[in-house]
C-alpha cells in the first residue's frame, strides 16, 4: 500500500513565524502535490514538483515556497506565517502522468494567531 | 485558467434514497477523477474516467462522463449511512502537465438513518 505521511496532524504557530510542514511518501512516486482544504472551496494546489528539485506554481502560491531534494520527501514552507493561511492542508504524490490517482497524507490542521 | 465546479454543496438525504452530485469544467477535460473524504479523513480514490460518454459502475455508484469531455456525474443508488462524506471530482485539461488535477468544491453528503 502507499504510504503518505505528514510530520504532524495540528500544528499552532504565530503570526510572522516561518513554517515548515513536512511530507514523505514511500511509493518511488515521481509527482507531489501540496493543498489546502478550505470550507467551501475545495482543495486547491498550493505546489507541485515532478522530480527531485523540480517545482510549479500551483492556483495559489502566495505566501508559500516548496522545497524538494528527496524523491520521497517534499517540504510546505511558509516564509512568514499570516492567519489567513489557517487552514488544511493535504499533501499528495502519484506516479507520473496524465493518467494516475493521487495518494494523499492524512492533513496538518494549521492554526496561525 | 481552467475551473471546475461541482453542485450541490451539501446534499442531506434519508437513508435509501439516491444522491446525485454534477461536476461542470470550463475547459476541455482529458480525464476526470473522483475521490470521497470521509469525515476526519483524507480524499481517496474512487475511480476514473478517460473517454467521451464513458458510464461506470462500482455497486451502488455510477460514474459518468459527458460526450464533451466538460461533465461529469457521480451517482449513488440507495445511499447507506456508510455514504457519508465530501465527493470531489478533479480534471485534468489538456494542457496541463505532470498529473496536475483542478479539484472540484466538493459535494458533501449527510445521511438521515
Known amino acids: 500500500d502507499v504510504k503518505v505521511t505528514q510530520s504532524s496532524r495540528y500544528l499552532v504557530k504565530r503570526t510572522g513565524e516561518k513554517v515548515f510542514l513536512e511530507c514523505v511518501q514511500d511509493?518511488?512516486?515521481?509527482?507531489m502535490f501540496w493543498y489546502r482544504q478550505d470550507p467551501g472551496l475545495g482543495l486547491r494546489l498550493i505546489y507541485f514538483?515532478?522530480?527531485?528539485?523540480?517545482?510549479e506554481k500551483g492556483d495559489i502560491p502566495e505566501g508559500y515556497s516548496v522545497s524538494r531534494e528527496k524523491k520521497e520527501r517534499f517540504s510546505l514552507i511558509l516564509e512568514s506565517a499570516s492567519t489567513n493561511q489557517t487552514s488544511m492542508y493535504l499533501c499528495?504524490?502519484?506516479?507520473?502522468?496524465?493518467?494516475?490517482?493521487?495518494?494523499f497524507g492524512p492533513g496538518t490542521r494549521l492554526t496561525v494567531t | 485558467g481552467q475551473q471546475v465546479m461541482q453542485i450541490p454543496q451539501y446534499q442531506h438525504v434519508q437513508e435509501g434514497e439516491d444522491f446525485t452530485t454534477y461536476c461542470n469544467s470550463s475547459?476541455?477535460?482529458?480525464?476526470i477523477q473522483w475521490y470521497k473524504q470521509r469525515p476526519g479523513g483524507h480524499p481517496v480514490f474512487l475511480i476514473q474516467?478517460?473517454?467521451?460518454?464513458e458510464v461506470k459502475k462500482q455497486k451502488r455508484l455510477t460514474f459518468q462522463f459527458g460526450e464533451a469531455k466538460k461533465n461529469s456525474s457521480l451517482h449513488i443508488t440507495a445511499t447507506q449511512t456508510t455514504d457519508v462524506g465530501t465527493y470531489f471530482c478533479?480534471?485534468?485539461?489538456?494542457?496541463?502537465?505532470?498529473?496536475?488535477?483542478?479539484f472540484g468544491q466538493g459535494t458533501i453528503l449527510t445521511v438521515h438513518p
Open positions: 499528495a504524490s502519484s506516479l507520473r502522468g496524465p493518467v494516475y490517482e493521487q495518494y
Open positions: 511509493m518511488d512516486h515521481e509527482n
Open positions: 514538483s515532478y522530480d527531485v528539485k523540480m517545482k
Open positions: 475547459t476541455t477535460l482529458s480525464n
Open positions: 474516467l478517460v473517454k467521451s460518454g
Open positions: 478533479a480534471g485534468k485539461g489538456g494542457g496541463t502537465s505532470y498529473g496536475k488535477l483542478t
